[in-house]
T-cell receptor
Framework: GIQVEQSPPDLILQEGANSTLRCNFS?????LQWFHQNPWGQLINLFY???GTKQNGRLSATTVATERYSLLYISSSQTTDSGVYFC?????????????FGRGTQLTVWP | DAGVIQSPRHEVTEMGQEVTLRCKPI?????LFWYRQTMMRGLELLIY????????DSGMPEDRFSAKMPNASFSTLKIQPSEPRDSAVYFC???????????FGPGTRLTVL
């Protein structure tokens, strides 16, 4: 299967700071998803982003498929942003079916 | 939309007992996925269905695990007999195969004593 690596593994921020999370993957993919797992364990679909840039409020994501990486930007972080951020990709040549997840970035935002 | 619904939310059982986890996907979604999350192995796919048909069950750990999808709105994951190493959070997710990705349920936290 495809290898997905995320960095950094842990990130601690003061409220109001900005951050960038990175996701590298080992093969060509047709799409990529970013998820947020909140402290209660719920996995929330943030972005479906095969390529280019998308924005949703204070969050934005950029995928450069040709270079096999994606970035998640969090601006003006809030305590509610705390949790684990995962990226996930499907099998090579697929847009559907199984997703391969990275190990996640654990984000802690202090007030 | 109600989102993906899973039950029970928590399950505590003793080794050797049968466990059944339930999932109702989002209406209109034709893909359904079962994942397991542990600290050691992270999130891993167990099995997924398309139009109620199992497509890939290569992630099912062993014969003690089985999954069914009798109709488009219901799926079960059964563990018989359960073992302590099965303790994990089990997630169900669904998608419609379009450009929106997979949506996860709240998960079932299973503890096998």
């Amino acid at each position: 299967g495809i290898q997905v690596e995320q960095s950094p593994p842990d990130l601690i921020l003061q409220e109001g700071a900005n951050s960038t999370l990175r996701c590298n993957f080992s093969d060509s993919v047709n799409n990529l998803q970013w998820f947020h797992q909140n402290p209660w364990g719920q996995l929330i679909n943030l972005f479906y982003i095969p390529s280019g840039t998308k924005q949703n409020g204070r969050l934005s994501a950029t995928t450069v498929a040709t270079e096999r990486y994606s970035l998640l930007y969090i601006s003006s972080s809030q305590t509610t942003d705390s949790g684990v951020y995962f990226c996930a990709v499907p099998d090579r040549g697929s847009t559907l079916g199984r997703l391969y997840f990275g190990r996640g970035t654990q984000l802690t935002v202090w007030p | 939309d109600a989102g993906v619904i899973q039950s029970p939310r928590h399950e505590v059982t003793e080794m050797g007992q049968e466990v059944t986890l339930r999932c109702k996907p989002i209406s209109g979604h034709d893909y359904l996925f079962w994942y397991r999350q542990t600290m050691m192995r992270g999130l891993e796919l167990l099995i997924y269905f398309n139009n109620n048909v199992p497509i890939d069950d290569s992630g099912m750990p062993e014969d003690r695990f089985s999954a069914k999808m009798p109709n488009a709105s219901f799926s079960t994951l059964k563990i018989q007999p359960s073992e302590p190493r099965d303790s994990a959070v089990y997630f169900c997710a669904s998608s419609f195969g379009g450009p929106s990705g997979q949506f996860f349920g709240p998960g079932t936290r299973l503890t096998v004593l």
